[in-house]
């Protein structure tokens, strides 16, 4: 029972309900790597990332349907450019690793393993 306990409590850690997501913010774009942070508003549940030809970084929050190609060539009237939305935070910086949601995965894998493998002996 403990350590089903235990395993709620990590997963509730990990998702925690409620919590404002935030990130990075060059809403008018930057050449330099973004540090200014913003508190997303209700219904911003994604970070931006978008770099244009010229070098001009955009990092903001977003509704994640707006993190749509054709969407954003609108929004910042931007032809050709590379994107990427992420949900955790301060996960749209320039270098952040795109890995983030992978080690989120193998950590809860890994406490699950661990849990049963005390159920099983």
Same mark, same amino acid.
């Given at each position: 029972?403990?350590?089903?306990?235990?395993? /709620?409590?990590?997963?509730?850690? $990990?998702?925690?309900?409620?919590?404002?997501?935030?990130? @990075?913010?060059?809403? +008018?774009?930057?050449?330099?790597?973004?540090?200014? /942070?913003?508190?997303?508003?209700?219904?911003? +549940?994604?970070?931006? *990332?978008? *770099?244009?030809?010229?070098?001009?970084? @955009?990092?903001?929050?977003?509704?994640?349907?707006?993190? +749509?190609?054709?969407?954003?060539?609108? $929004?910042?009237?931007?032809? !050709?450019? *590379? $994107? @990427?939305?992420?949900?955790? +935070?301060?996960? *749209?910086? !320039?270098?952040?690793?795109?890995? $983030?949601?992978?080690?989120?995965?193998?950590?809860? /894998?890994? /406490?699950?393993?661990?849990?049963?493998?005390?159920?099983?002996?």
């Amino acid at each position: 029972m403990g350590k089903v306990l235990l395993l /709620v409590g990590v997963c509730s850690a $990990m998702f925690a309900v409620g919590v404002s997501l935030k990130c @990075y913010s060059c809403p +008018d774009g930057s050449t330099q790597e973004c540090l200014a /942070v913003q508190q997303c508003s209700a219904g911003e +549940d994604s970070c931006l *990332n978008l *770099n244009n030809k010229a070098g001009t970084i @955009y990092s903001q929050c977003i509704e994640y349907r707006d993190c +749509d190609f054709n969407k954003l060539a609108t $929004m910042f009237r931007e032809p !050709a450019f *590379n $994107m @990427y939305c992420c949900q955790n +935070d301060l996960c *749209n910086s !320039a270098h952040s690793a795109q890995s $983030m949601p992978l080690i989120g995965l193998l950590t809860v /894998v890994a /406490v699950l393993w661990f849990s049963f493998q005390g159920l099983i002996y």
